[in-house]
């Protein structure tokens, strides 16, 4: 038997438990104040305009919905970064935030097969066998400090200091899972730098945004990789932000030095996809960019 995953299978024994008053803290799941997953306004009324306009359900292209593909790079990166005006971004949809990751993963692992990862300590529990599956070797860096409820800052920037060359430091972009405890502000620019002297991998995994400061205040870190680095993968998840958990949706933006490096990424993320799931579902994503493209479903959102 595989070992039981430790939060969906959380959820296998919450679901089995006949207790009345039984509450589940495993899977991670946002509820109204009656214990319910909420449907968003503005999500049910571009369900329902898309219902009603009788689309049809045709195989989406590799790298997703075009419409879904620029609004998540624009909601990341934001509309003016140079980045993105330089050609220099990458975006594909993806099967959900664990999707992203996935892909994202399977590319640097082809690229740098010697690579090593390294997250922090503690970590969302998905992430280690994610990546031990896709082939790499998965250490920790220093992270958190449960007796001050702290980052051990000092020391994650000291370790990653001395570790392997083109290493891939995983990084949560905002809301840590599973601490909420975050790199900050200037924080951020000993991190980016170490980064750069080492010539790090730095993969963001940016689940929450919305949930921290704010919308933009939250892909900060994001925007900030993209200008001072030349290399960046972020895997976007949008499960939480629109509560659409079910329809797996999510991204993966990939910086590079130039526009003409972002066309080769893409054409192998794209090998990736196909060798992998094909295409991915389009329901949630025509959600997610009617809502984008929409100033009243935006301002609901």
Same mark, same amino acid.
Request: aromatic residues 10%.
């Given at each position: 038997?595989?070992?039981?995953?430790?939060?969906?299978?959380?959820?296998?024994?919450? !679901?089995?438990?006949?207790?009345?008053?039984?509450?589940?803290?495993?899977?991670?799941?946002?509820?109204?104040?009656?214990?319910?997953?909420?449907?968003?306004?503005? !999500?049910?009324?571009?369900?329902?305009?898309?219902?009603?306009?009788?689309?049809?359900?045709?195989?989406?292209?590799?790298?997703?919905?075009?419409? $879904?593909?620029?609004?998540?790079?624009?909601?990341? $990166?934001?509309?003016?970064?140079?980045?993105?005006?330089?050609?220099?971004? +990458? +975006?594909?949809?993806?099967?959900?935030? +664990?999707?992203?990751?996935?892909?994202?993963?399977? &590319?640097?692992?082809? &690229?740098?097969?010697?690579?090593?990862?390294?997250?922090?300590?503690?970590?969302?529990?998905?992430?280690?066998?994610?990546?031990?599956?896709?082939? $790499?070797?998965?250490?920790?860096?220093?992270?958190?400090?449960?007796?001050?409820?702290?980052?051990? &800052?000092?020391?994650?920037?000291?370790?990653?200091?001395?570790?392997?060359?083109?290493?891939?430091?995983?990084?949560?972009?905002?809301?840590?899972?599973?601490?909420?405890?975050?790199?900050?502000?200037?924080?951020?620019?000993?991190?980016?730098?170490?980064?750069?002297?080492?010539?790090?991998?730095?993969?963001?995994?940016?689940?929450?945004?919305?949930?921290?400061?704010? !919308?933009?205040?939250?892909?900060?870190?994001?925007?900030?990789?993209?200008?001072?680095?030349?290399?960046?993968?972020?895997?976007?998840?949008?499960?939480?932000?629109?509560?659409?958990?079910?329809?797996?949706?999510?991204?993966?933006?990939?910086?590079?030095?130039?526009?003409?490096?972002?066309?080769? !990424?893409?054409?192998?993320?794209?090998?990736?996809?196909?060798?992998?799931?094909?295409?991915?579902?389009?329901?949630?994503?025509?959600?997610?960019?009617?809502?984008?493209?929409?100033?009243?479903?935006?301002?609901?959102?």
């Amino acid at each position: 038997m595989a070992p039981r995953d430790a939060i969906l299978g959380l959820t296998e024994t919450y !679901v089995a438990d006949p207790n009345p008053k039984k509450v589940n803290l495993g899977v991670g799941l946002y509820y109204d104040d009656q214990g319910k997953v909420p449907l968003l306004e503005c !999500v049910r009324r571009a369900d329902e305009a898309l219902t009603a306009a009788g689309i049809a359900r045709p195989y989406l292209a590799m790298d997703g919905f075009p419409e $879904f593909v620029r609004a998540a790079q624009t909601l990341l $990166f934001g509309a003016d970064h140079p980045a993105v005006s330089q050609g220099r971004v +990458t +975006t594909v949809q993806a099967v959900g935030g +664990t999707g992203g990751l996935k892909v994202g993963a399977d &590319f640097i692992r082809r &690229f740098a097969p010697e690579a090593v990862l390294y997250m922090s300590d503690p970590s969302y529990d998905n992430h280690r066998p994610l990546f031990e599956e896709a082939g $790499f070797r998965v250490e920790t860096y220093p992270y958190y400090d449960p007796r001050t409820r702290g980052i051990r &800052f000092a020391e994650m920037i000291e370790f990653l200091r001395d570790i392997p060359k083109s290493s891939v430091a995983l990084l949560h972009a905002c809301c840590h899972n599973p601490t909420g405890v975050d790199i900050r502000g200037e924080q951020w620019k000993d991190v980016i730098k170490v980064i750069a002297e080492r010539r790090l991998i730095p993969f963001l995994d940016f689940a929450y945004q919305g949930f921290g400061e704010g !919308v933009d205040e939250d892909a900060e870190v994001a925007r900030r990789f993209a200008r001072e680095l030349p290399l960046v993968l972020v895997a976007m998840s949008f499960s939480k932000s629109f509560s659409l958990y079910g329809e797996r949706v999510g991204s993966l933006s990939v910086v590079t030095a130039d526009s003409g490096e972002a066309a080769r !990424v893409l054409s192998n993320l794209k090998r990736m996809i196909r060798t992998n799931y094909s295409n991915p579902p389009s329901h949630g994503a025509r959600i997610v960019a009617s809502v984008l493209a929409s100033p009243e479903l935006s301002a609901l959102w």
